[in-house]
DNA sequence: TTCCTTTATATTGTGCACAATATTATTGCT
DNA sequence: AGCAATAATATTGTGCACAATATAAAGGAA
C-alpha cells in the first residue's frame, strides 16, 4: 500500500522548507523546557524576559513586534508572569489604551540566574560556532521576509 | 529605564539561534493557515497527510517518528482528521498495541488539491532558490542533531 | 461638541504540543 | 503457565498561538 513516490514530487516531506522550521522549533522548545522550568519559565516566557531586560518598560504591542506575537497570545502569557511576580502591567496615563509592562526587582534578579541558560543549551547544536551563526543569520533574514510579508497582505 | 546592553551579552535577543526558528515556525503556520483552510485542513494535518501520501498505512509511532510528535499530540490530530473522513484509525490484528493509520479515498483525492500549495507559498520566501535549498539543507541537519540529542537523554 | 475612524489591548473558541500518567497488549524469563 | 518488564497508544492538565470579535480610549472632521 506504499505509494509510489516521485523524486520530483513538491509534496514530498524531505522536500519541505517549513517542516525543518516546525520540527526544530518544537524541538527547542523540548531542549529548553527542562532548563528553564528551573527558572520557573516557559519558552516563551523567556523570550519576553530576553526582550523586557534589554528595555524596559515596553507596551505590550512593542513586545509584540519583538517577538511577532499579537495580544491574544501574550495578554494571558503575561498575566501568568505577572502572578509569578516577574512583572507589572499597568495601564499608561499619558494613553490609557496602551499597557506598560515593566520588571519587578524579582524578574530583574533572574537574569544573574539565566546567564548559563545559552550555553548550557549549545550542547544540542554541537558544530562549529561560525556555522551556526550563519544558520542564525539566514533564518533571520527569513523571518524578517516572512513577517514583511504578513505586514502587507 | 532602558537597561545596559552590551554587544556581546550571551542574553540578547538577536544572538539567539532558537528565537528566529521559534518566531519562523510561528509565522509559516500564519502564512499556510488561509492557503490550508480552504482544504480543510491545519498545518500539522497538512504534514501528516504528507507523510501519509507518501506511505500509508502506517502507525501512530511510525508517524511520530517522521514527524518528530509524540501520541499526546498525534492521538486527538488523528481523531479530528478521522472526523473529518480523511483517514481510518484501527487496531493492528497482528499487534493489538498498534493503530494503523490509513487513507480513505477523500483523503487520497486530496493529494491533487494539494499540489499547489508549496508554490503558492514560496512567494514569502523571495530568494534564489538555490539559497532556500541551502538554508532547508542546514536546518534539516540541526533537526537531525536536536532528535539524536533528544532520543539519548 | 458630535460622531466616525483608528488604535491598543482583552476575550472567546479552536487546535496544537508536551510532561506525566494510565491502559492495554506483547515479550521474556523462569 | 505465571509474571515482571517493556512497548504502543490514550488520557489529563497546562500553556501557548491565532483568527475573530469585543471593548475602550484617542484622534479627527465638520
Chains 1, 2 share one sequence.
Not at 24 to 42: D, E, F, M, Q
Amino acid at each position: 500500500m506504499t505509494e509510489d513516490q516521485h523524486p520530483d514530487d513538491p509534496l514530498r516531506l524531505d522536500r519541505q522548507i517549513c517542516f525543518p522550521l516546525y520540527a526544530a522549533s518544537n524541538l527547542i522548545n523540548r531542549l529548553y523546557r527542562p532548563v528553564l522550568s528551573k527558572l520557573g519559565l516557559t519558552y516563551p516566557q523567556y523570550l519576553v524576559m530576553l526582550a523586557l531586560w534589554e528595555q524596559a518598560p515596553r507596551t505590550v504591542g512593542a513586545l509584540g513586534e519583538a517577538l511577532y506575537l499579537d495580544s491574544g497570545t501574550l495578554t494571558p502569557l503575561l498575566k501568568r508572569m505577572e502572578q509569578a511576580g516577574l512583572l507589572t502591567r499597568k495601564r499608561d496615563p499619558e494613553d490609557e489604551r496602551r499597557v506598560q509592562v515593566a520588571l519587578t526587582s524579582e524578574g530583574r534578579a533572574l537574569k544573574a540566574e539565566a546567564q548559563r541558560v545559552p550555553e548550557s543549551l549549545t550542547a544540542g547544536f554541537e558544530g562549529d560556532p561560525a556555522e551556526v551563526e550563519k544558520l542564525r543569520d539566514s533564518v533571520q533574514a527569513l523571518v524578517a521576509t516572512l513577517a514583511r510579508h504578513n505586514r502587507d497582505s
